[in-house]
Protein backbone atom coordinates (compact mmCIF):
# COMPACT_ATOMS: atom_id res chain seq x y z
CA UNK A 1 0.00 0.00 0.00
CA UNK A 2 2.78 2.34 0.89
CA UNK A 3 4.18 1.89 -2.53
CA UNK A 4 0.87 2.63 -4.35
CA UNK A 5 0.72 -1.27 -4.82
CA UNK A 6 -3.14 -0.77 -4.22
CA UNK A 7 -3.40 2.11 -7.01
CA UNK A 8 -4.77 3.96 -3.65
CA UNK A 9 -7.30 1.81 -2.54
CA UNK A 10 -7.81 1.16 0.79
CA UNK A 11 -6.05 -2.18 1.78
CA UNK A 12 -8.89 -3.14 4.36
CA UNK A 13 -11.73 -2.88 1.68
CA UNK A 14 -9.98 -4.54 -0.91
CA UNK A 15 -9.10 -7.46 1.31
CA UNK A 16 -12.63 -7.14 2.80
CA UNK A 17 -13.74 -8.30 -0.97
CA UNK A 18 -11.80 -11.21 -0.89
CA UNK A 19 -13.56 -14.87 -0.32
CA UNK A 20 -11.54 -18.06 -0.03
CA UNK A 21 -12.96 -21.58 -0.48
CA UNK A 22 -11.77 -25.30 -0.61
CA UNK A 23 -13.72 -26.05 -3.55
CA UNK A 24 -13.76 -24.84 -7.15
CA UNK A 25 -17.10 -25.44 -7.36
CA UNK A 26 -18.30 -22.75 -4.85
CA UNK A 27 -15.56 -20.60 -6.17
CA UNK A 28 -17.22 -20.47 -9.72
CA UNK A 29 -20.64 -20.45 -8.42
CA UNK A 30 -21.30 -16.43 -8.50
CA UNK A 31 -18.02 -15.73 -10.37
CA UNK A 32 -18.09 -13.27 -12.94
CA UNK A 33 -14.32 -13.52 -14.07
CA UNK A 34 -11.74 -16.28 -13.83
CA UNK A 35 -8.08 -15.70 -14.24
CA UNK A 36 -5.64 -18.39 -14.33
CA UNK A 37 -2.00 -18.24 -13.98
CA UNK A 38 -0.16 -21.80 -13.93
CA UNK A 39 3.17 -22.20 -15.75
CA UNK A 40 3.70 -21.89 -19.18
CA UNK A 41 3.06 -25.74 -19.51
CA UNK A 42 0.61 -27.43 -22.46
CA UNK A 43 -0.54 -30.15 -19.87
CA UNK A 44 -1.01 -28.15 -17.03
CA UNK A 45 -3.23 -25.34 -18.52
CA UNK A 46 -5.20 -28.54 -20.01
CA UNK A 47 -5.69 -30.17 -16.67
CA UNK A 48 -6.58 -26.52 -14.94
CA UNK A 49 -9.22 -25.58 -17.45
CA UNK A 50 -10.81 -29.22 -17.49
CA UNK A 51 -11.11 -29.07 -13.71
CA UNK A 52 -12.84 -25.65 -14.37
CA UNK A 53 -14.95 -26.61 -16.56
CA UNK A 54 -16.28 -29.55 -14.62
CA UNK A 55 -16.81 -27.44 -11.49
CA UNK A 56 -18.78 -24.99 -13.67
CA UNK A 57 -21.30 -27.53 -14.61
CA UNK A 58 -21.84 -28.26 -11.41
CA UNK A 59 -21.97 -24.81 -10.41
CA UNK A 60 -24.67 -24.34 -13.01
CA UNK A 61 -22.48 -21.16 -14.12
CA UNK A 62 -22.61 -20.42 -17.71
CA UNK A 63 -21.62 -17.05 -17.94
CA UNK A 64 -18.08 -16.98 -15.97
CA UNK A 65 -14.95 -15.30 -18.12
CA UNK A 66 -12.71 -18.15 -18.17
CA UNK A 67 -9.11 -16.22 -18.90
CA UNK A 68 -5.54 -17.34 -18.99
CA UNK A 69 -2.68 -15.42 -18.40
CA UNK A 70 -0.74 -17.46 -21.02
CA UNK A 71 2.36 -15.18 -22.52
CA UNK A 72 2.62 -17.38 -25.78
CA UNK A 73 0.03 -20.63 -25.76
CA UNK A 74 -3.16 -20.01 -27.81
CA UNK A 75 -6.75 -20.43 -26.00
CA UNK A 76 -7.42 -23.16 -28.72
CA UNK A 77 -4.52 -24.99 -27.87
CA UNK A 78 -5.96 -26.00 -24.23
CA UNK A 79 -9.77 -24.97 -24.22
CA UNK A 80 -10.85 -26.54 -27.67
CA UNK A 81 -12.10 -30.03 -25.88
CA UNK A 82 -14.41 -28.07 -23.18
CA UNK A 83 -18.25 -27.92 -22.60
CA UNK A 84 -18.08 -24.17 -21.97
CA UNK A 85 -15.09 -23.27 -24.53
CA UNK A 86 -16.66 -19.48 -25.76
CA UNK A 87 -16.03 -18.46 -22.44
CA UNK A 88 -12.34 -18.83 -22.86
CA UNK A 89 -9.69 -16.48 -23.94
CA UNK A 90 -6.06 -15.34 -22.77
CA UNK A 91 -6.07 -12.00 -20.57
CA UNK A 92 -2.44 -11.92 -19.97
CA UNK A 93 -1.58 -9.18 -18.16
CA UNK A 94 2.18 -7.06 -18.78
CA UNK A 95 4.23 -7.27 -15.97
CA UNK A 96 4.33 -5.35 -13.64
CA UNK A 97 0.68 -4.05 -13.78
CA UNK A 98 1.59 -0.85 -11.57
CA UNK A 99 4.47 0.09 -13.98
CA UNK A 100 3.16 -1.03 -17.32
CA UNK A 101 -0.81 -1.25 -17.35
CA UNK A 102 -1.47 -3.27 -20.63
CA UNK A 103 -3.23 -6.75 -20.54
CA UNK A 104 -3.29 -8.62 -23.83
CA UNK A 105 -6.75 -10.17 -25.00
CA UNK A 106 -7.10 -13.05 -27.02
CA UNK A 107 -10.28 -14.83 -27.86
CA UNK A 108 -10.09 -18.07 -29.16
CA UNK A 109 -12.17 -18.80 -32.70
CA UNK A 110 -15.12 -19.77 -30.95
CA UNK A 111 -14.86 -17.49 -27.88
CA UNK A 112 -18.13 -15.62 -27.55
CA UNK A 113 -17.87 -12.20 -28.38
CA UNK A 114 -20.33 -10.62 -25.54
CA UNK A 115 -17.86 -11.91 -23.13
CA UNK A 116 -14.73 -10.53 -24.49
CA UNK A 117 -16.39 -7.07 -24.37
CA UNK A 118 -17.54 -7.84 -20.87
CA UNK A 119 -13.81 -9.11 -19.93
CA UNK A 120 -12.97 -6.00 -21.84
CA UNK A 121 -15.13 -3.92 -19.67
CA UNK A 122 -13.83 -5.70 -16.22
CA UNK A 123 -9.82 -5.26 -17.11
CA UNK A 124 -10.45 -1.63 -18.26
CA UNK A 125 -13.02 -0.27 -15.98
CA UNK A 126 -12.39 -2.47 -12.69
CA UNK A 127 -8.94 -3.02 -12.94
CA UNK A 128 -7.60 0.29 -14.60
CA UNK A 129 -5.69 -1.70 -17.71
CA UNK A 130 -5.70 -0.62 -20.91
CA UNK A 131 -6.43 -3.62 -22.75
CA UNK A 132 -4.92 -4.69 -26.07
CA UNK A 133 -7.45 -6.58 -27.86
CA UNK A 134 -6.27 -9.09 -30.94
CA UNK A 135 -8.67 -9.91 -33.20
CA UNK A 136 -7.39 -13.74 -33.41
CA UNK A 137 -4.67 -15.65 -32.23
CA UNK A 138 -1.06 -15.45 -33.58
CA UNK A 139 2.22 -16.60 -31.83
CA UNK A 140 3.52 -14.56 -29.09
CA UNK A 141 0.78 -12.51 -29.17
CA UNK A 142 2.01 -8.37 -29.14
CA UNK A 143 4.58 -8.64 -26.33
CA UNK A 144 6.50 -11.67 -27.07
CA UNK A 145 6.28 -11.21 -31.12
Same mark, same amino acid.
Given at each position: ?????????????????????????? *???? *? &?????? &???? +????????????????????????? *????? #?????????????? *????????? #???????? &???????????????????? +?? #?????????? #???????????
Amino acid at each position: HQNGLLFGQDPKKVFALVKSTSSLES *ALDE *A &VYVQEC &VPEN +LSLKKKVFESIDEAMSKAKNTTAIL *ASSSS #NLCASQFTGTLKHK *ANCMICHPV #NPPFAIPI &VEMVPAPYTDRKLVTKAREI +LG #NACGLSPALL #NKEIDGFLVNR
